[in-house]
Nanobody
Framework: QVQLVESGGGSVQAGGSLRLSCAAS????????FGWFRQAPGMEREGVAV?????????NYVDSVKGRFTISRDNDKNTVYLQMNSLKPEDTAMYYC??????????????????WGQGTQVTVSS
């Protein structure tokens, strides 16, 4: 049984930083992709991940977060992180960790991710 548990959300002012964590259990780790998705208030969940990391530590980001967000992974702790710097009010959203254990590379669309966490709220005030 795969479980993903997010933590680290909170409220910050614009320009501040937060680090989200996603603790994974029950998956197979010879091939995977982890992604962070977000859903802004009153909006649909974004269809692609804002950041992804694969089994070879390859990473990628959407343009809106490039240079500000960093995704990383701690193998020993089976935990994926999203370091978010220079936060903007438009980053306000529920952030979800998701995992795909069928591939060793990442496909961005949410339909490729079979496992999801419960979400953690990030609120950025101006």
């Amino acid at each position: 049984q795969v479980q993903l548990v997010e933590s680290g959300g909170g409220s910050v002012q614009a320009g501040g930083s937060l680090r989200l964590s996603c603790a994974a259990s029950g998956g197979t780790y010879d091939r995977f992709c982890f992604g962070w998705f977000r859903q802004a208030p009153g909006m649909e969940r974004e269809g692609v991940a804002v950041a992804v990391i694969d089994v070879n530590r390859g990473t990628n980001y959407v343009d809106s977060v490039k240079g500000r967000f960093t995704i990383s992974r701690d193998n020993d702790k089976n935990t994926v992180y999203l370091q978010m710097n220079s936060l903007k009010p438009e980053d306000t959203a529920m952030y979800y960790c998701a995992a795909d254990f069928t591939r060793a590379y990442c496909l961005w669309e949410y339909t490729n991710f079979g496992y999801w966490g419960q979400g953690t709220q990030v609120t950025v005030s101006s």
